[in-house]
């Protein structure tokens, strides 16, 4: 009973790479999202997806790509990196009135 | 926009009660939830209230909403040292979906 993996848990990246964080959940969930948290701040939402082939922007989405080529799986893409998208990364997914978290990607842009 | 605030920090005394507050300011909120978070682990859903509730008791756990006000509370009964996490509100309009988080607050339970 997985629920939500996210992989990698770390990853040290430099300034201008490219990188995708994996995100899949096997419940069957429509709703899936992305979140960063930064101290103090609690969590924004970056993208959310509310079924396979629809995405749409959360609070932050600037510098982030998604896609949702399937229900299981909510890449998030980090096309060009930059100190600012130092943070830990959750995916949530959400169906039938239950919310479940990854357990996060520390993401560290030097 | 829409704002979730909470204080930082609380600290209590092991086997006393511990109340978490946070404010909101979008009143068409329509679900307010608490999370938890251990540290290096993700959040934790504990307990959620629909914004036509006033309370939800849910074994040590009571949720106190004051609508009017946009304040919501957490109350932990008998605080035990393995409470101590970040705790984190939010709401929603649609159940689960756009959660608007606040900033969390430290819970620090001391034996």
């Known amino acids: 009973n997985a629920g939500v993996t996210q992989t990698p848990k770390f990853q040290v990246l430099k300034t201008g790479q490219s990188m995708t964080l994996q995100c899949a959940q096997d419940?069957?969930?429509?709703?899936m999202s992305w979140y960063r948290q930064d101290p103090g701040m609690g969590l924004r939402l970056i993208h959310y997806s509310v079924g396979a082939g629809i995405t749409d922007q959360g609070e932050v989405p600037n510098g982030y790509n998604v896609s949702r080529s399937t229900t299981e799986d909510f890449p998030l893409r980090l096309l060009s990196a930059a100190p600012s998208q130092t943070s830990v990364y959750f995916c949530?997914?959400?169906?039938?009135?239950?919310?479940?978290f990854g357990s996060g990607t520390r993401l560290t842009v030097v | 926009g829409e704002d979730v605030e909470q204080s930082l920090f609380l600290s209590v005394r092991e086997g006393d009660s511990s109340v978490i507050n946070c404010t909101y300011t979008d009143s068409s909120s329509t679900y307010l939830y608490w999370y938890k978070q251990e540290p290096g682990a993700g959040l934790q859903l504990l307990t959620y209230?629909?914004?036509?509730?006033d309370m939800k008791q849910d074994q040590r756990l009571t949720v106190l909403l004051n609508k009017k006000d946009k304040h919501l509370s957490l109350r932990i009964a008998d605080t035990q040292t393995g409470d101590s996490a970040i705790y984190f509100c939010a709401e929603s309009m649609l159940r689960g979906n756009m959660l608007t988080f606040g900033g969390g607050t430290r819970l620090m339970v001391k034996p």
């Open positions: 209230i629909f914004s036509n509730m």
């Open positions: 949530a997914s959400n169906g039938g009135g239950s919310d479940t």
């Open positions: 419940m069957n969930h429509e709703y």
